[in-house]
């Protein structure tokens, strides 16, 4: 079983910057593609970015293209989004997720196997 823990949410202004990790556990995290995703209050779940297995290949919403970086260090079993330049509605909790695919950046959430708790950011204006 793989356990996924995200954290480096937050409460940030407008325009500032945070950094989400998440930590997988239970196997190793170069055995998956790995993603992230973000639910607004109200909204339906969507995804931010992912990344195949070793980095070599990134996907990123247009609503965070630019503004957002991906990667991943799998000697730490670890993935991270940096996101810069955030706006109010940027406001949500984000989760991390792993999925069988190594080659793919994986867009869609039903192709995940894993998921975490989620880590809450929000973006005062």
């Given at each position: 079983?793989?356990?996924?823990?995200?954290?480096?949410?937050?409460?940030?202004?407008?325009?500032g910057?945070?950094?989400?990790?998440?930590?997988?556990s239970?196997r190793p995290a170069?055995l998956?593609?790995?993603?992230?995703f973000r639910?607004?209050?109200g909204?339906?779940?969507?995804?931010v970015?992912a990344i195949?297995?070793n980095g070599?290949t990134?996907?990123?919403?247009?609503?965070?293209?630019?503004?957002?970086?991906v990667?991943r260090?799998?000697?730490?079993n670890?993935?991270?989004?940096?996101?810069?330049?955030?706006?109010?509605?940027d406001?949500a909790?984000?989760y991390c997720a792993?999925?069988?695919f190594?080659?793919?950046a994986?867009s869609?959430?039903n192709?995940?196997?894993?998921?975490?708790q989620?880590t809450?950011?929000t973006?005062?204006?």
């Amino acid at each position: 079983q793989v356990q996924l823990v995200e954290s480096g949410g937050g409460l940030v202004q407008a325009g500032g910057s945070l950094r989400l990790s998440c930590t997988v556990s239970g196997r190793p995290a170069s055995l998956y593609g790995m993603g992230w995703f973000r639910r607004a209050p109200g909204k339906e779940r969507e995804v931010v970015s992912a990344i195949d297995w070793n980095g070599g290949t990134t996907y990123y919403a247009d609503s965070m293209k630019g503004r957002s970086t991906v990667s991943r260090d799998n000697a730490k079993n670890a993935v991270y989004l940096q996101m810069d330049s955030l706006k109010p509605e940027d406001t949500a909790v984000y989760y991390c997720a792993a999925g069988p695919f190594r080659g793919v950046a994986q867009s869609r959430a039903n192709m995940y196997s894993f998921w975490g708790q989620g880590t809450q950011v929000t973006v005062s204006s």
